[in-house]
């Protein structure tokens, strides 16, 4: 009886079943719910160069509490507002291995309707103690790199 269970759940979650561990560090941001990759909750699951990022990006909140900061948009979608069964229902994730690097693509819709509300994101993978770790986060949709993204004011 149970093979038939674990064949009938690789059939229901094909993407899920042939994606991979690395996919799988991916996947964490966007379901069950979306997460905010610069919340410090979650700097484990990163490494270098984007953590630097996320450290200049927490001393500017600190440093001026009123002010929007360096991100203030949800890196993983490209977006602030999304629509969460929508993003759960279309998002597939494709992976390439490379020894301990690896890239995933994540292509999602943000709203059932609308075609600017498609988005692939190119997520960058080191392989840091045996973990899957994000290193960076491209959009492809809107040609920006999440590690060099400008952080801190240039004039004081």
Do not use: H
């Amino acid at each position: 009886m149970r093979p038939m269970i674990a064949v009938a759940i690789s059939i229901a979650l094909p993407a899920a079943a042939l994606a991979g561990p690395a996919s799988n560090a991916v996947k964490f941001f966007y379901v069950p719910e979306v997460k905010f990759e610069a919340d410090a909750k979650y700097r484990d699951r990163f490494t270098e160069p984007v953590t630097k990022l996320f450290e200049a990006n927490d001393k500017a909140r600190n440093e001026k509490p009123d002010e929007v900061s360096c991100i203030d948009f949800d890196p993983g979608l490209d977006a602030q507002d999304f629509d969460q069964k929508t993003v759960s229902k279309t998002l597939k994730l494709a992976e390439a291995v490379n020894g301990d690097t690896a890239e995933v693509t994540a292509s999602f819709n943000l709203f059932s309707e609308g075609d600017d509300s498609k988005r692939e994101m190119v997520w960058s993978l080191k392989k840091v103690d045996g973990k899957w770790k994000i290193a960076d986060i491209t959009s492809k949709t809107s040609d920006w790199t999440l590690s060099t993204l400008e952080c801190g004011s240039s004039t004081e």
